[in-house]
């Protein structure tokens, strides 16, 4: 089955003659076989006024052409009544609304599908009421539902909205999917936040017990007692002045007497020989 817009500017060709004779320019639809009568000539090609191809003298229709037989399969709408009442009437499905039987209104049609070898009509695309296709898509309807085909409403029986088959998912289903895809994304960034802000914090509070461990104030760690070596080139005789190079020789050479170490000896021992200067000193002298 093929949309009924893909049928518009394809090319006609006549097999007898190998012409293109035109190119279609619309459907005639009959709405009660509820089938493609004719296809309507454009009139920009092999004719001047308007000519119409009964559904019936299509050849074939193909991807790319519509072919016929010959050229002479290209009629007046007026040597043909039943297509020129058709024609005048100029009924189109499309945009028409969607009504059930029990008066529940289901959509509006946007396109219909037609088989290429009959013409019949399979179905319909209908989208959801109004601008709700934006959100709930579209569906097909089998022509096995449709009750009356007229020029503003049609008639679908009242279980047809049980045999509505979806067709894409329209902007509900795409905002659906783009919400999973973002909440997908964003647990993902928040798990890697997390294992990023612990690796932070483990080393943070390595190196604060790091700086525990090494500040003077710790107790645990006692400082090491410094010692400090001699210096083996220090003179400390240059350091002592000699006041009276006279006395010094004598001192040195000077050996006290045994009296004279056991006196030393008593006065120490005695507190009472232990006199202060002014003490020692004779009536004179004082």
Same mark, same amino acid.
């Given at each position: 089955?093929?949309?009924?817009?893909?049928f518009?500017?394809?090319?006609?060709?006549?097999?007898?003659?190998? !012409?293109k004779i035109g190119?279609? $320019?619309?459907?005639?639809?009959?709405?009660?076989?509820?089938?493609?009568?004719?296809?309507?000539?454009?009139q920009?090609?092999?004719f001047? +006024? #308007?000519?119409i191809?009964?559904?019936?003298?299509?050849?074939?229709?193909?991807s790319?052409?519509?072919?016929?037989? #010959?050229?002479?399969n290209?009629?007046?709408?007026?040597?043909l009544p039943?297509?020129?009442?058709? !024609?005048?009437? $100029?009924?189109?499905p499309?945009?028409?609304?969607?009504?059930?039987?029990?008066g @529940?209104?289901?959509?509006?049609?946007?396109?219909?599908?037609?088989?290429?070898a009959?013409?019949?009509? @399979?179905?319909?695309?209908v989208?959801?009421?109004l601008? +709700?296709?934006?959100?709930?898509?579209?569906?097909?309807?089998?022509?096995?539902?449709?009750?009356t085909?007229?020029?503003?409403i049609?008639?679908v029986t009242?279980?047809?909205q049980?045999?509505l088959e979806? !067709?894409?998912?329209?902007?509900?289903e795409?905002?659906?999917n783009?919400?999973?895809? @973002?909440? /997908?994304?964003? +647990?993902?960034?928040? #798990?890697?936040?997390?294992e990023?802000s &612990?690796?932070?914090?483990?080393k943070?509070d390595?190196i604060?017990?790091?700086?525990?461990?090494s /500040?003077?104030g710790?107790?645990? /760690? %006692?400082?090491?007692?410094?010692?400090?070596?001699?210096?083996?080139?220090?003179?400390?005789?240059?350091?002592?002045?000699? &006041?009276?190079?006279?006395?010094l020789?004598?001192?040195?050479?000077?050996?006290p007497?045994?009296?004279? #170490?056991?006196?030393? /000896?008593? %006065?120490d021992?005695n507190?009472?020989?232990?006199k202060?200067? %002014?003490?020692?000193?004779?009536?004179e002298?004082?």
């Amino acid at each position: 089955m093929k949309k009924s817009r893909k049928f518009l500017s394809m090319p006609i060709i006549s097999l007898a003659e190998g !012409l293109k004779i035109g190119s279609v $320019r619309s459907l005639v639809v009959d709405p009660v076989k509820m089938e493609v009568a004719a296809l309507i000539v454009d009139q920009r090609g092999w004719f001047r +006024e #308007q000519k119409i191809i009964p559904f019936s003298k299509v050849k074939s229709i193909g991807s790319d052409a519509v072919t016929i037989d #010959q050229t002479s399969n290209v009629q007046k709408p007026i040597s043909l009544p039943e297509l020129l009442k058709l !024609l005048k009437e $100029r009924t189109n499905p499309i945009g028409n609304k969607v009504i059930a039987e029990n008066g @529940t209104e289901i959509g509006i049609v946007d396109e219909f599908y037609v088989d290429e070898a009959t013409g019949k009509i @399979t179905g319909l695309e209908v989208s959801g009421k109004l601008l +709700e296709s934006l959100y709930k898509g579209k569906a097909f309807l089998p022509i096995e539902n449709v009750s009356t085909i007229g020029d503003d409403i049609i008639v679908v029986t009242k279980d047809a909205q049980s045999s509505l088959e979806k !067709l894409d998912g329209g902007l509900q289903e795409t905002i659906h999917n783009i919400k999973e895809g @973002t909440t /997908s994304i964003l +647990e993902s960034t928040i #798990q890697r936040t997390k294992e990023i802000s &612990k690796t932070i914090k483990e080393k943070y509070d390595k190196i604060e017990k790091s700086k525990e461990k090494s /500040s003077p104030g710790n107790n645990d /760690s %006692a400082p090491e007692e410094t010692i400090v070596e001699p210096d083996p080139n220090l003179d400390v005789t240059g350091k002592v002045e000699i &006041k009276n190079t006279n006395v010094l020789p004598q001192v040195l050479d000077a050996d006290p007497g045994p009296e004279t #170490q056991q006196s030393e /000896s008593q %006065a120490d021992e005695n507190p009472e020989n232990q006199k202060s200067p %002014a003490e020692n000193l004779n009536p004179e002298q004082k």
